[in-house]
């Protein structure tokens, strides 16, 4: 699966550039520029802010924003009254272009929210206007509207699957397939689970999700796949077209026949900790020693196993391929040694301090 950081680089038609500009009390403004994206092809002009909102407009939101982001601007002063705290604004003080359903409340007495009704769409960039005269009746006519911008990212996703294991509990005769759609961004959940499909011979099989809260990981299980005489195969879909990505393809998994004990998948993982992951059809015998039955020249493990998947936690820091031979005498959880040799070819990746990005898809400070 490739790393969110390596999904964000493949936006390459979008570029940010920003401006921060003093004024009385810090001022700051975005100046963002927009190049065109699949779903636009003329350049958009960007919205710069105008000084003379200071002494009225303390910070807003602006940039770079979520899907699932809120408007908000918050004014220099009180502009609200206690009791209207909470509440929705009857009086419509936002437009966009392209249009954008939703509701008004005041967050506090100085501060207004827009709640879209639904996501935004990805990759698209609108023109904000706050009706100033509807909240300061004071202001110059001049002033009357307060224009800003805000822009999606373009959404994207990887899938990933963990490969054939059995079932817990169900000896060698039930397997199931276990893995994870990671989308760029937030995405709404309904939308996730549309983008994969499962078939074993024409016949669709159901699918479990597990969703993280940010929306971010979406973890999927199919189960109760039989092992039968001769080996199988179940085909995994996936079309991202339910989420406006054009991402489309499909993954062979194959089922081993009942007495085939065979290694299904291998991965290698270098955040938070470094391990490599085999998978196997077959639950393993939990009171084995695994030492010498899997190996690698660069470094030797520390073993856990859990099933049918071994992990190996490397006795020394990796930062290359290395080649791990699984040897022929590994047992299942019934005595049945495989009686065959494989070598997969593992990468490890250098970690480097993260960098987290600011000011963008947040309200800035003036």
Not at 77 to 90: L, M, N, R
Not at 98 to 115: L, Q, S
Not at 234 to 248: R, W
């Amino acid at each position: 699966m490739k790393p969110l950081g390596e999904l964000l680089n493949q936006v390459k038609t979008l570029k940010t550039y920003t401006i921060i500009k003093a004024a009385t009390i810090v001022l700051a403004a975005t100046f963002v520029v927009i190049a065109a994206t699949t779903t636009m092809k003329k350049k958009v002009q960007a919205v710069e802010f105008d000084k003379a909102f200071t002494p009225y407009i303390s910070a807003y939101t602006s940039g770079l924003v979520p899907k699932n982001s809120r408007v908000q601007v918050r004014f220099a002063s009180d502009v609200a009254q206690a009791d209207e705290v909470g509440k929705e604004i009857p009086n419509k003080l936002f437009e966009f272009s392209p249009a954008i359903e939703g509701k008004m409340v005041w967050v506090d007495t100085r501060t207004v929210e827009f709640k879209p009704t639904t996501m935004l769409k990805s990759g698209q960039v609108y023109d904000g206007e706050l009706n100033m005269s509807g909240v300061i009746d004071t202001i110059p006519s001049k002033l009357g509207k307060f224009p800003f911008q805000i822009r999606t990212r373009n959404q994207d996703f990887s899938f990933q699957t963990d490969g054939v294991k059995p079932m817990p509990m169900a000896g060698t005769a039930w397997e199931k397939i276990e893995g994870t759609i990671e989308t760029l961004e937030f995405e709404d959940n309904a939308g996730v689970e549309k983008i994969l499909q499962a078939e074993n011979n024409g016949k669709k099989l159901h699918i479990k999700w597990h969703h993280a809260e940010d929306g971010i990981k979406h973890t999927y299980e199919i189960d109760s796949i039989e092992r039968k005489a001769k080996k199988d195969h179940v085909d995994l879909i996936y079309n991202g077209d339910p989420i406006q990505v054009d991402k489309k393809g499909k993954q062979e998994q194959v089922i081993p026949a009942l007495g085939d004990f065979t290694l299904t998948n291998s991965q290698s993982f270098s955040n938070p900790e470094q391990y490599i992951q085999l998978q196997f059809s077959d639950p393993i015998d939990p009171t084995q020693d695994l030492n010498g039955l899997i190996t690698s020249d660069e470094t030797s493990f520390k073993f856990a196993v859990e099933d049918g998947t071994v992990k190996g936690f490397p006795t020394n820091k990796l930062t290359k391929a290395i080649t791990v031979t699984i040897h022929s005498g590994i047992r299942n959880n019934i005595g049945y040694k495989k009686n065959d040799e494989e070598k997969v070819d593992l990468e490890f990746e250098e970690i480097y301090p993260q960098i987290k990005e600011l000011g963008n898809g947040s309200i800035i400070p003036r």
